[in-house]
């Protein structure tokens, strides 16, 4: 995934589920699988489902769009994980992992 900024210049590269195998094949998701509004929605065939939306409760302007990515694990035993190449470019907001919660040490509370 890559994002640009207001000069076309790349902000942001996204590596999206790093943790697949890198010749595994992505297909699109079945529309029964597909969360409301996403513009976009991949799946991982037993591993992994992604989806990505805009958000529009925030209210849009010319200046800032927020999008929603969600990652869905399909086995208990995958974990989906995403690396991104800032460039000098700031992150704001985290990700949530529905279900967990964890101190700032990392451990699971």
């Known amino acids: 995934m890559r994002v640009f900024d207001d000069a076309g210049l790349e902000a ?3 590596f999206m589920g ?3 195998p890198i010749d595994e094949k992505a297909y699109k998701c079945h529309d029964r699988f597909r969360p ?3 513009t976009m929605c991949l799946e991982w065939m037993n591993r ?11 209210g849009q302007n010319d ?3 927020c999008y ?5 694990s399909l086995s208990s035993d995958i974990h989906p994980t995403d690396c ?3 460039n000098n470019h700031l992150w704001y907001g985290a990700g949530a992992i ?5 101190d700032f040490a990392g451990k699971t509370i």
């Open 12 to 14: 942001v590269r996204g």
């Open 18 to 20: 790093t943790t697949f």
């Open 36 to 38: 409301p509004n996403s």
């Open 48 to 58: 992994g489902r992604f989806s990505m939306s805009l958000d529009t409760s925030r």
């Open 63 to 65: 200046q800032l769009r």
């Open 68 to 72: 929603r990515v969600l990652w869905q």
């Open 84 to 86: 991104f190449e800032m």
């Open 98 to 102: 529905l279900g967990r919660h964890y």
